[in-house]
């Protein structure tokens, strides 16, 4: 089975902090994703990379970034947390073979105080 | 730019009832068609996907859905609901031949089984 794991289901931080959310995949695939989560927006693409190093801006990037230095891990960045950053963060993986169907994490919960 | 929508932002039905959840998208060229389903406070699973072929697709869970070009939707149905089916439900388009495999969401249907 295909596994993304995300480091923390649950972060609380602090306004002006910097904070990591980190995920792997095991499957060996390029692409990677992060999405947030809010009531009533459904899923917003943050960012996405498609290789190593490499990276694009999704629908709404200001306030984060991203490093992708290994195939299997793709952090979240948030160099100063604001309150309006807290939110649910999914990371998935696409498989982009015959499938082509994106693999989630069970997501983290990040408050921001 | 391409587009999905759940007009159903909530939806009651009561356990062994009937259920379709609605989907319609805004895209010229037929997508790649997806529905995940989230429960509460887990990731997202997908239930079935449609690329091409048969329009009505079979899922995970007694799920399937149906394509309709004419209309632009994909909507989800269950001939008979349980109680574990309440969660989040999403519907999602992948323009074919995209580049980055980025999924567009729409903003989900909250489902609600009555006992």
């Known amino acids: 089975d295909v596994k993304v794991t995300q480091s923390s289901r649950y972060l609380v931080k602090r306004t002006g902090e910097k904070v990591f959310l980190e995920c792997v995949q095991d499957m060996d695939h390029e692409n990677m994703f992060w999405y947030r989560q809010d009531p009533g927006l459904g899923l917003r693409l943050i960012y996405f990379?498609?290789?190593?190093?490499?990276?694009e801006k999704g629908d709404i990037p200001e306030g984060y970034s991203v490093s992708r230095e290994k195939k299997e891990r793709f952090s979240l960045i948030l160099e100063s947390a604001s309150t309006n950053q807290t939110s649910m963060y999914l990371c998935?993986?696409?498989?982009?073979?015959?499938?082509?169907?994106?693999?989630f994490g069970a997501g983290t919960r990040l408050s921001v105080l | 730019a391409q587009s999905v929508t759940q007009p159903d932002i909530h939806i009651t039905v009561s356990e062994g009832a009937s259920l379709e959840l609605r989907c319609n998208y805004s895209y010229g060229a037929t997508p790649y068609l997806f529905w995940y389903v989230q429960s509460p406070g887990q990731g997202l699973q997908l239930l079935l996907k449609y690329f091409s072929g048969d329009t009505l697709v079979q899922g995970i869970k007694g799920f399937e859905a149906e394509f309709k070009r004419s209309q632009s939707s994909f909507n989800l149905r269950k001939p008979s609901v349980h109680w574990s089916d309440a969660a989040e439900y999403f519907c999602?388009?992948?323009?074919f031949g995209g580049g980055a495999d980025g999924l567009t969401f729409g903003k989900g249907t909250h489902l609600i089984i009555q006992p």
């Open positions: 990379s498609y290789d190593v190093k490499m990276k």
């Open positions: 998935a993986s696409v498989d982009r073979g015959v499938s082509n169907i994106q693999y």
């Open positions: 999602a388009v992948r323009l």
